[in-house]
Nanobody, 121 residues
């Protein structure tokens, strides 16, 4: 089994910054993709940013403000969020597509429990 644990959420004023972290642990052979989604109240969950060995991708709404990065040695993904605005308020979820040691040919997606980010105006 694999666990994803997020940290770094909180309350920040508009224009401020936060850095989210997500560490994967368990019986991990390798991780294909890591990323961040968010879900605002009353809205559907949406992709914020993703990262693979081949590169990164971002939602249009966060391009130029958010940066996703990854430490493969620590199985950890980060999301640096700058110039935050109230529309960024949401629960942020980490996700990873993981190949476990017992089933390296069958990747599976895992989700963290979510961390709340609140941006005040």
């Amino acid at each position: 089994q694999v666990q994803l644990v997020e940290s770094g959420g909180g309350l920040v004023q508009a224009g401020g910054s936060l850095r989210l972290s997500c560490a994967a642990s368990g019986s991990i052979f390798s991780i294909d993709t890591m990323g961040w989604y968010r879900q605002a109240p009353g809205k559907q969950r949406e992709l914020v940013a993703g990262i693979t060995d081949g590169g990164t991708n971002y939602a249009d709404s966060v391009k130029g403000r958010f940066t996703i990065s990854r430490d493969n040695a620590k199985n950890t993904v980060y999301l640096q969020m700058n110039k935050l605005n109230p529309e960024d308020t949401a629960v942020y979820y980490c996700t990873a597509v993981v190949r476990e040691k017992v089933t390296p040919l069958s990747p599976a997606a895992y989700w963290g429990q979510g961390t709340m980010v609140t941006v005040s105006s």
